[in-house]
């Protein structure tokens, strides 16, 4: 509080022509990058890893998303026809989780119905695990980020003290703005990069549940279809 009190006294006691030269100056990105030190280094580092992350997890989850709208039904015209090996190729044509899961139930065909259904759980988890691949370094970013930021508001605001301490009675506004810069940017930083891999975090996890539930339609769309013969 003390400190905020001597700034603003300072500032009520510049002349007039010296607040009118600050209010001009203005602060670019990069002025404003380099006012908050080297705690600006990690912060941008995580920054590009969130935005890597989301646009590479996004474009291979959308991918997955895709499928023939009429795959099942050409794998049930096949099945039923007893053209297993048809059914096995027009799963090998498709590059996305449902068709190797269901591929993987194709080739246990004959065995009892809970040894298959439980193959293609396996596939299916697997395919999940994959989807989710670095989903937990997002959730890092969107927690650690605003963390180290708060650390470069201590880190400036122990800088400011110390040189408030140092100057005796030859304080100035001046002598403490690099401090005061440092704390204000690195918090504002943390926070953006936090707040965005947060979104980002949780837009990619309703994708991934969006392709989970359709995994497991495919699946009970599957285990129907083998049942049928036994009706």
Known sequence: MNLLLFIQANAETLPADELAEG???????????????????????LSFVA????????????????????????????IHDGKIESALALCQSHDFPVSRMIEKGITRIGRPLND??????????????????????????????????????????VKAFFDMANAGNNIDVQLLSSGIYTAMVTTVTGLVVGIIAYFAYNILVAKVEKVVFKMEARTMEFMDLLNEPAH
């Open 23 to 45: 209010a001009e100056k203005s602060m670019n990105l990069f002025e404003m990058a380099k006012a908050g030190g080297l705690i600006m280094i990690p912060l941008v580092l």
């Open 116 to 157: 298959v259904n439980t193959a293609i759980e396996n596939v299916g988890n697997l395919e999940i695990s994959r989807l989710e691949k670095s989903l937990p370094t997002l959730a890092t970013v969107a927690g650690g980020a605003p963390m180290i930021g708060f650390l470069g508001t201590v880190i400036g605001m």
């Open 51 to 78: 935005v890597y992350i989301f646009i590479e997890r996004y474009l291979a989850i959308r991918r997955a998303a895709m499928e023939d709208a009429g795959f099942m039904n050409k794998i049930k015209d096949y």
